[in-house]
């Protein structure tokens, strides 16, 4: 297999930054000392779960201070938002990862990603005894890189041995009441979690987790409740790398975590994850090549949170209306004719990608600006990828601003984002299988605002039957004699596809459909009324039949066969000929439809 682009990128970039050898392995805690200098990777990972890698991106290492986040996001998930911001402030304290950062009155730590923070989060993991809360952060943390992780028992031993100064920090928040016990079993646990070993790939996979709402994307686990993930993402952002947490963001734009053991876990929402590792530090504690790799990154690719070149999709990938769009009901010539003329009072559009307020406002704004002039909106939602609360709320209220106007707001294909609409209020009634069916809804409308009562169904005598138009009465009578009368019940077939069959159908009364089964059910590609005729393209060109037809309710109908026409062509040629041309008549304007609809599509 040829190399991707992409893994050529992160091996240059691997190569270069591998020179730099500045900064020192850390060693106050002495088991780290222990490190290879030179181990160094570096990976990426999609939100779709493509995993891109360079370097030593499988060596194991302990994760640190990378852990705090995921930590947070389990508190909070476990005691609820104001519980956790009781004990744990959010502001970025500009102090080093072990200072002694406390809020003076309530003594609560800055943020939850300083030291003091962190060992306070600890504290409020849910669990009857400190092996339970482990195992729960290693469960946690298992969910979010996609494997189970275990912890490195050497750094363990060492950090709990040397941390005294956590200690003294765990000691304080106790004094505080921030801790609510005795803090020996809460730093046990801090110490555990920071010495869980993972790997560049893993922060790259958890990063991907954090990027995906809290998916991982890869397994298509859960990690954390998608509630939580923007406030872990916002104390990376502001809080991620200690006193270098300004300079960070403003350089890259990315929310992060770093960690001693020289891991850094870097987020560019609803994108990518990246993790690169190299044991050396610089002086704020973070990885000196882990720091530079992603500032590169960040300008090479354009990852920066606040980099607004990008600009969002827009929602509408396509308007038209009915004038160029119609259902596949036929209509009687009168009906389409009032159609026709007044087919932009029928808006469809099709909806794309991410629903949020920017990409959905100038979709609101549209439909409002017409409101006078339209009297049905379709939105298709096919093709959204998501659709948040505020959105689902806005279009739900387009629908409720309408209604009381007599329009109407109707959602075609909006199978999963079915259930926040509902939710926030559109009515089951406004929601269609797809295009077609919203689109007939919508044309009976502007039908029933014209000729108010009038049902287009009755039945139609031979002579109304555009088949048989400009045929005089002893025409009629000669080919009534003629034709077979057939009868069918409601679902019964009439013409099966794959089928060969030389009959061509004049409807007199009830309403048949034309179908093809389809992934989820069948797909409906016309229905006729009384005074239609189907059936041409096998009749004329001998072909199998490709779609089936099944009678929608009880069905007269008359049925022309080859047979039939050779006998027209020798007792009354001319009968033969006008028929023929009005079936070309018939098939003109349907290709004309056709066309017409191809163009608005394109
Ligand atoms: N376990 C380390 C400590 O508490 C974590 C610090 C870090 O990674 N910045 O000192």
Known sequence: MTTSPIHAYLTDLHARHALNASGNVADY?????????????????????????????????????????????????????????????????????????LQPQTGAPLNPLINAGAIATCGLVRGESADEKLGRILETFGRYAGRELDVDERVYASESATGHRNRAIGWMLRGFGILSDEPTATLETYFHQCAIRVTCRDLAIMGATLANGGVNPVTGERAIDAAYVDHVLSVMATCGMYDFSGEWLYQTGLPAKSGVGGGILAVQPARLGIGVF???????????????????LAADLGLHLFDVSGRPAPAIRMATTRRSVASSRRRPPEAADHLRAF?????????????????VEPLIRDIMERAESADCFILNLKSVESLDGATARLLAQTHSTLE????????????????S?????????????DDDFALEYGENGLLERRFPGRTWDTPAT??????????????????????????????????????SSNEL????????????????????????????SFGEIAFIDRAPRTANVTAIDAVACRVLTHEMLSRLEREASLLKIRLLENVALGMTSLIRQADAELAALR
């Open 404 to 419: 009381p106007l007599g329009k109407s707001l109707l959602f075609s294909e909006a199978s999963t984002w079915w259930e």
């Open 29 to 101: 805690i002495p088991e780290l000392a222990y490190a290879n200098p030179e181990w160094f990777g570096i990976c990426i990972a999609t939100r779709d779960g493509v995993v891109y890698e360079a370097g030593d991106t499988r060596q194991p290492f302990t994760i640190q201070s990378a852990s705090k986040p995921l930590t947070y996001g389990l508190a909070l998930a476990d005691c609820g938002e104001d519980a956790v911001l009781r004990k744990v402030g959010v502001e970025p304290s500009g102090d080093a990862f072990n200072a002694i950062s």
């Open 278 to 296: 190299s044991p050396r530090l610089d002086e704020h504690g973070n990885s000196a090549r882990g720091i530079a790799v992603c500032r590169e």
């Open 343 to 359: 087919g932009s009072r029928l808006r469809l559009y099709h909806a794309q990608g991410s629903l949020v307020f920017a990409s």
């Open 505 to 532: 159908f004049v409807i007199l009364r009830g309403s048949a459909m034309v179908s093809i089964p389809t992934r989820n059910g069948v797909t409906r590609l016309a229905a006729f009324a009384p005074g239609m």
């Open 421 to 433: 609409l509902i939710a926030a209020g559109a009515p089951r009634s406004a929601f269609f299988a």
């Open 462 to 499: 031979l002579a109304e039957c555009a088949l048989f138009a400009g045929f005089d009465a002893d025409a009629l009578a000669t080919l009534d004699r003629m034709l077979e009368h057939r009868n069918y019940g409601p679902g019964q077939t009439m013409i099966a596809a794959g089928h």
